[in-house]
C-alpha cells in the first residue's frame, strides 16, 4: 500500500452552514480517501457538482462529512474545506449552439484530514445534501429526494488503504440518435482489483449518529432500472471491468445514474467508492462532421500538388490529427485502411488517441504492420468492427472513406560495404548494408547477383541466407551470407546488382530498385591463412593430454615438434604428449598458406601413495605419509581436514582419507586410503608367582576381562586350550599372554613363574649324631646346645618338643639355636621357614646314654650301608683293645683304638667272631661279613 500524504491549501472565508447547501441543485458528486501514512488518519475529497443554469445558490465553504461504523456503534462528522480553485464555472459543451443551450456547471471540491478511534470492516464516509433537479425524469419524486454520497473502508484487512479515484469529470451533453462512450473509470494507487456496476441513486435518513445515516434507494420511473436507467437504441452497454458505458440515447431528458466501484485485494473486499450524476439527452447536436486537419501541401515529384500528411522511408507509427475531438472508446484499429504505393494493403495493428482526456482526443497514432515505402501511400476510415468509425464527443461519426495521401521521399543512399577477410582462404562472406532489402525482389536462383575477382575471373555464387521470412511480400534484411565456390582468386572481389530472371534488380526497404551494375560490396582478403594454436601450454603430466588445433578449414596441414615433422600429423589437431616446440603449417595451394607456433612443457606431478587400506589400533597410533611436496591437504571423507596441511597426519577416526599434494609446479597428485579404527584391549598385567618344590604352582591371572585371550609358553608358543583370563601354568618358566577384541587390535603381558627348592637344613650338636638314627645319646648330665642351619637362609624357626611317652609342646623359640636342658630326653622337631617362604623339618631324638650295641653285619660294597662293623655307643677314647678271629680261631684283626672303621679287608666272606675288652669289661660275639659286588 503506498502512503500518499495529501497538502492542500484552505481559504478560510466565511462559513457556510449545511443548511444553505441543501437549497442547491446538485448534478454530481463522490467521496474518495487517502491514506496519509499516519496510522488511522486519512485525508478525505468530497466533489460535488452544482447545477448553476437554474440560478440556485452557491455551496458553502465548508461541507461536513459523516464517519460511522455500524459494529462499533459509532458515528461522528468531520468539517472538509473548500479547495482553492473551487466554484469555477466548467467550460459549455461544444456539442449546443453557444447561446441558448442552457447548461453551466460548477465543481466544488472540499478537503480535510480525519483520524479514525479503532479499526472497523464497516467504515462509512458520507455526505448528505438536498434538493436533486426536478427536471430529472427517470427517478420519482426528483424535487423531494435528497443526495446521499458515500464510500467504504475495511481497515481491519486494509489499514493503510487508499481507495480509487474516478478519471473523468461527471458532467457531459448527449444527443438522441448519436453514439456514446462515456468513460466512467478509476484508477488505484495501490494496485487492487477494481469492478464497476451501474446501482440505486440513494437518499438518506435519520442522521450521523451511532452507525451513521441510513441509505435509501430512490424508486425509478418504469421501466428504467439501475442497469438501464434511460432509454436507448439496443439498450446501455457497461463494462464492469473497464466502467466504460456505451449508448445511442432516444429520449430527450434529464437522468440519475450511480456507478460503485468497489475494491479487491487478495479476494477480499477493502473498500468502495459511489458516484451519483446527471445524464442530460438534448434533442440534436451541433453535427460537425469530423475532418483531417494539420495538412501539409505536397509537390509530386512528377508535378502538381496534394494536401496530406509526410512520412519517412520506414516509419511504422502515423500522426493523425482531427479538427473536432473524438470518443476514445470509439477508436479502433479497424477505423483505419492503409494501401502502399504498389496498392497492396498495409494492415494497421493499432490505433490509439494521444493524450486522452476525460475520454476525448482530437490526436490518433496509426501504427502499421510495415514500413511505410517510398511514393504516396493512402489512409481512410472505415466502418470498424465496433458498427462505426470515429465519433466525435457529440456523437457524430467521421465519414466512411475519408482518406488522406502519405507522401515518403526515399533519400536513402547505398553505400557499398568493404568487408576485409583475414584470409586468402575463404568460401564464404557476410555483407551488412546500411539499406534493407526487400527479399521478395531478390530471384530464387540469385541472378539478381553477380561477383568477380580484380581480374575479372567470375566466382559463383552456390548460395544467399539471410533472415528473410520465405512468401512473406514485406519481409526485409540488411545482412546476407554469401557462399562461394573456393579458388585462387585475386583480391578484391566485387559483387555488383544486376537485372535478374524476375525482371528487376533489388529493391529496398522503401520499394526503391537498385541501379544495374552498382556495387553492393568490396571483398578485401589477405595473402596468406592466419592460423592460431593458440597461447603456450603449460599442464600437468595427470592432465588430460593437450590438445593443438588449428583455427582453419583448408585441405592440408603438417604438425612439427622442434622443427621436425612428426610422421602422420595430417590432421587439423595434435595432441602433445611431451615437453617441445610443436608448429603447424596449413595450406590450400602453393601461393596460400599460413602457419603457427605454440610451446607446450609438461610438467611431472608429484607421486601420492599412501599405502593400503590399513585397520590401525586405536591406542597404536598410525601415521600417513603424502610424500614430498610444497603444499598438502589432507582430506576426511572428501571434506578437508582444518589445519591438516602437512605432509604427514595420524588418522584418529575411521574413514577415507585423502591428501591434495601440489608441487613446486603447481601440479597436483591425490591419494586415498581406508583407515579403520579398531579398539584396542586393556594392557594385561599378569603378577610373577613363585612356588616352592613339591607344592601346588599357583595360577597367573591376565588382570583385564572381556577380552579373547591366548596364552604361551616361553618359546613364544601357543598353549593349546589356555584361552582363558587365568591360566595354571604346569612349572617354572615365562608365560605371555596375548589379548585381543574379536579378533583386532591385540596387547600382551609377561609373567615369570619361579619353583624355589626345599631348603636344605642340617644339624650342629655339641654331642655327636648317631646317623643310624638320627638321635644323641647323652653319657654325661650336661645342657646340650642344637644350632639348626639352613641353605637359603630362614626367615623363621617353630621348635616343637615331645617327650618319651608324651605329646608335643611348643617351644615358643623363633632361633636357630636351643638348649636342651639337662635330662629333658625325648623327641625335638624343628620347622624351618627360608626367605622364599619354603619349609623343611628336621628332628632329632635326644637319648640317655645306653650300652654297646654291636652290629652283626658287615657288607663292605661302598654303598654307604653297614661297609664297617659298627659298635654304636661305643667311644673310642675308652681304654679297649679288640681281637676278632675267623671261623678257625686264627686272629684276623686286633687294636687297641677302634673308630667303628673294620670292614674285613681282604677276607672272605663269613662268620668272624670278636673278643672286646672295653673299659674293664669283656664282650664277644660274631660277625657276618656277606660280600656283595653291586654299589
Keep these: 500500500m503506498k502512503k500518499s500524504l495529501y497538502l492542500f491549501l484552505v481559504v478560510l472565508i466565511a462559513s457556510a452552514t449545511v443548511n444553505t447547501a441543501r437549497a442547491t441543485h446538485i448534478a454530481a458528486a463522490e467521496i474518495t480517501y487517502a491514506y496519509t501514512g499516519t496510522p488511522n488518519t486519512w485525508l478525505l475529497t468530497m466533489k460535488a457538482y452544482r447545477d448553476c443554469s437554474g440560478g440556485t445558490a452557491n455551496l458553502g465553504q465548508t461541507a461536513s462529512v459523516c464517519y460511522a461504523s455500524q459494529s462499533l456503534a459509532f458515528g461522528s462528522t468531520v468539517v472538509l474545506q473548500l479547495a482553492p480553485g473551487s466554484g469555477d464555472t466548467l467550460p459549455p459543451s461544444p456539442c449546443l449552439p453557444p447561446t441558448g443551450q442552457g447548461q453551466c456547471y460548477q465543481e466544488y471540491m472540499y478537503q480535510g484530514l480525519v483520524t479514525l478511534p479503532a479499526t472497523a470492516p464497516d467504515w462509512v464516509f458520507s455526505w448528505v445534501s438536498c434538493c436533486r433537479n426536478f427536471a430529472i425524469n427517470n427517478i420519482q419524486n426528483p424535487g423531494g429526494s435528497g443526495v446521499l454520497i458515500r464510500s467504504g473502508l475495511n481497515s481491519q484487512v486494509a489499514p493503510t488503504n487508499s481507495s480509487p479515484v474516478f478519471s473523468y469529470i461527471p458532467i457531459n451533453r448527449f444527443c438522441i440518435g448519436n453514439q456514446f462512450f462515456y468513460p466512467q473509470g478509476a484508477i488505484d494507487q495501490d494496485g487492487d482489483s477494481l469492478v464497476f456496476s451501474l446501482t440505486d441513486c440513494e437518499d438518506y435518513n435519520g442522521s450521523c449518529t451511532s452507525g451513521g445515516f441510513t441509505a435509501q434507494n430512490i424508486p425509478w420511473v418504469a421501466p428504467n432500472t439501475a442497469q438501464q436507467p434511460f432509454a436507448s437504441q439496443n439498450g446501455i452497454n457497461f463494462n464492469t471491468q473497464t466502467g466504460m458505458l456505451t449508448f445511442i440515447p432516444t429520449t430527450q431528458g434529464v437522468f440519475n445514474i450511480a456507478i460503485q466501484v468497489d475494491e479487491y485485494r487478495n479476494g477480499i473486499q477493502i473498500g468502495y467508492i ?468 574379536n579378533g583386532g587390535c591385540t596387547n600382551q603381558g609377561t609373567a615369570t613363574v619361579t619353583e624355589n627348592p626345599t631348603p636344605e637344613v642340617t644339624f650342629s650338636t655339641t654331642y655327636p649324631v648317631d646317623p643310624m638314627h638320627n638321635g644323641i645319646h647323652i653319657c654325661d648330665e650336661d645342657d646340650l646346645e642344637v644350632t639348626v642351619t639352613s641353605n637359603p637362609g630362614a626367615s623363621s624357626y617353630v621348635w616343637t618338643y615331645t617327650a618319651v611317652g608324651g605329646s608335643a609342646t611348643n617351644l615358643n623359640n623363633n632361633t636357630s639355636m636351643y638348649l636342651i636342658p639337662q635330662y629333658a630326653y625325648g623327641e625335638y622337631e624343628v620347622e624351618v621357614t627360608d626367605v622364599n617362604g619354603c619349609v623343611n623339618k628336621v628332628h632329632v631324638e635326644v637319648e640317655e646314654e645306653c650300652e654297646l650295641v654291636f652290629y652283626n653285619v658287615i657288607t663292605p660294597n661302598g654303598d654307604g650301608n653297614n661297609d664297617v662293623w659298627v659298635i654304636e655307643n661305643f667311644d673310642p677314647s675308652i681304654s679297649h683293645t679288640l681281637n676278632i678271629y675267623n671261623r678257625w680261631g686264627n686272629e684276623v684283626y686286633s687294636t687297641s683304638g677302634y673308630q667303628n672303621d673294620w670292614a674285613g679287608a681282604d677276607l672272605p666272606h663269613g662268620v668272624y667272631y670278636y673278643v672286646l675288652n672295653y673299659n674293664g669289661e669283656g664282650y664277644h660275639g660274631n660277625i657276618t661279613k656277606i660280600k656283595r659286588e653291586d654299589k
Design 274 to 741: 459511489r458516484r451519483d450524476l446527471q445524464v442530460n439527452v438534448v434533442a440534436a447536436c451541433n453535427n460537425i462532421t469530423p475532418q483531417f486537419t494539420n495538412l501539409t501541401t505536397i509537390t509530386l515529384p512528377g508535378g502538381g500538388t496534394v494536401d496530406g500528411i509526410t512520412a519517412n522511408c520506414g516509419d511504422t507509427v502515423v500522426r493523425l490529427f482531427f479538427t473536432q475531438k473524438m470518443q476514445c472508446g470509439s477508436i479502433v484499429p479497424n477505423d483505419f485502411r492503409v494501401t502502399e504505393p504498389s496498392g497492396f494493403p498495409n494492415p494497421v495493428i493499432a490505433a490509439n488517441p494521444f493524450n486522452c482526456a476525460n475520454g476525448i482526443s482530437d490526436t490518433v497514432d496509426v501504427s502499421l504492420l510495415n514500413g511505410l515505402k517510398a511514393g504516396i501511400s493512402w489512409i481512410y476510415t472505415k466502418v470498424g468492427n465496433d458498427g462505426n468509425t470515429l465519433i466525435t464527443e457529440c456523437g457524430v461519426e467521421m465519414a466512411e472513406f475519408d482518406s488522406i495521401p502519405i507522401y515518403v521521399v526515399d533519400n536513402s543512399v547505398l553505400v557499398p560495404p568493404v568487408l576485409n577477410l583475414p584470409s586468402c582462404d575463404f568460401d564464404n562472406f557476410t555483407a551488412q548494408f546500411n539499406l534493407l532489402l526487400d527479399c521478395s525482389t531478390i530471384a530464387t536462383n540469385l541472378s539478381d547477383f553477380t561477383l568477380t575477382d580484380s581480374n575479372g575471373v567470375n566466382i559463383p555464387i552456390l548460395s544467399v541466407s539471410s533472415n528473410c521470412q520465405p512468401g512473406n511480400p514485406w519481409s526485409y534484411d540488411d545482412t546476407y551470407a554469401f557462399t562461394i565456390t573456393p579458388g585462387n582468386y585475386t583480391s578484391p572481389l566485387i559483387l555488383t546488382v544486376k537485372t535478374g530472371s524476375d525482371g528487376n534488380t533489388i529493391a529496398n526497404s522503401c520499394g526503391t530498385l537498385l541501379n544495374p551494375n552498382d556495387t553492393l560490396a568490396i571483398i578485401n582478403f589477405a595473402d596468406y591463412i592466419p592460423v592460431s594454436i593458440g597461447p603456450d601450454i603449460t599442464i600437468c603430466a595427470n592432465d588430460p593430454a593437450a590438445v593443438l588445433t588449428a583455427n582453419v578449414s583448408v585441405a592440408n596441414y603438417q604438425w612439427y615438434l622442434n622443427g621436425s615433422a612428426i610422421a602422420g600429423a595430417t590432421n587439423p589437431t595434435h595432441q602433445a604428449t611431451q615437453t617441445g616446440t610443436y608448429s603447424v603449417v596449413v595450406s590450400t595451394s602453393p601461393t596460400c598458406a599460413g602457419n603457427d607456433t605454440a610451446e607446450v612443457t609438461i610438467n611431472p606431478v608429484p607421486v601420492v601413495n599412501l599405502g593400503p587400506d590399513t585397520m590401525v589400533c586405536v591406542l597404536a597410533g598410525y601415521t600417513l605419509n603424502a610424500g614430498s611436496g610444497a603444499t598438502f591437504q589432507w582430506l576426511m571423507n572428501g571434506s578437508p581436514i582444518s589445519g591438516a596441511n602437512q605432509q604427514n597426519y595420524t588418522p584418529t577416526q575411521t574413514g577415507t582419507f585423502s591428501a591434495i599434494v601440489t608441487n613446486s609446479s603447481n601440479c597436483t597428485d591425490t591419494g586415498s586410503v581406508e583407515i579403520t579404527i579398531v579398539n584396542q584391549a586393556a594392557q594385561p598385567t599378569p603378577l610373577d608367582v613363585s612356588y616352592c618344590e613339591g607344592e601346588t604352582i599357583p595360577p597367573l591371572d591376565a588382570n583385564v576381562s572381556n577380552v579373547d585371550y591366548q596364552w604361551f609358553d616361553g618359546n613364544n608358543n601357543a598353549i593349546p586350550g589356555e584361552t582363558n583370563q587365568v591360566f595354571n601354568p604346569t612349572g617354572p618358566g615365562t608365560y605371555t599372554v596375548v589379548v585381543s577384541i
